[in-house]
């Protein structure tokens, strides 16, 4: 846990319900261990949707569509959300929980692998989500950047893993290693990148908040 256990219980209690339909996915997809956004993660997220305004968010790992869900009621009407997932079963359960929100036309899921679907996508996203397997989002970040135009917000999660990327390779599991040092190499290459001014945040399992500050070709060293 990065906060303080009383702290985020605090910060938890001061959270508005999100109606019926999130707060019944979100206690489901607990209740299963299905990962989906933190509360004070959420909060972080929707203040800054609402500061950006954007007109195209794309989301990187849609799991149950519980965070497009909560993205889709806080953007405006002309605001379209295109969200990327590749396991089968909570394909179907997004497209069901669209569906009941009546927000489903607003919301569009391309089914299949990320690192596949990034390279096709064309135009740019003035705000994008990366919330997908924490092993490629360092892969991900050349068509992540070519796809943000200057003024562009990439907020990506779970980028602390629970606090153990301030750890030594040698401190976690030995089949953690390779994310470990995949997500290290991910938070240098964002906050030395020119084109990038990011923060990184310890709250929920941490975020990284990244602004486009120029066009860029897209280069960045992957190992």
């Not at 989906?36 to 800054?48: D, F, G, P, V």
């Not at 794309?58 to 869900?69: C, H, K, R």
């Not at 929100?101 to 096709?120: F, N, P, T, V, W």
């Not at 990327?165 to 953690?176: G, I, K, L, P």
């Amino acid at each position: 846990m990065i906060v303080e256990e009383r702290i985020r219980d605090y910060l938890y209690s001061l959270e508005p319900d999100e109606g019926r339909l999130c707060e019944a996915i979100a206690r489901e997809a607990l209740e299963r261990n299905i990962p989906i956004i933190k509360r004070e993660t959420k909060a972080l997220l929707k203040t800054l949707l609402v500061a950006k305004q954007p007109r195209a968010v794309l989301e990187v790992g849609t799991a149950v569509g519980y965070s497009a869900l909560l993205m889709a009621q806080i953007t405006g009407e002309d605001c379209r959300i295109t969200t990327i997932e590749k396991y089968e079963p909570r394909i179907q359960e997004a497209r069901e929980n669209f569906a009941k929100a009546g927000i489903k036309e607003k919301i569009r899921l391309l089914e299949g692998d990320a690192g596949e679907i990034l390279k096709s996508l064309k135009g740019t996203y003035d705000f994008i989500f990366m919330d997908g397997a924490k092993g490629q989002y360092l892969h991900w970040l050349p068509d992540i950047l070519r796809l943000m135009p200057a003024g562009g917000i990439l907020f990506s999660d779970n980028v602390l893993q629970d606090g153990d990327v301030v750890q030594s390779r040698y401190a976690v599991e030995r089949r953690d290693r390779t994310i470990h040092g995949r997500m290290r190499e991910y938070l240098y290459q964002i906050k030395h990148m020119e084109a990038l001014e990011t923060a990184v945040i310890p709250i929920g399992d941490g975020v990284a908040v990244s602004v486009k500050r120029k066009e860029t070709d897209g280069s960045v060293r992957v190992e």
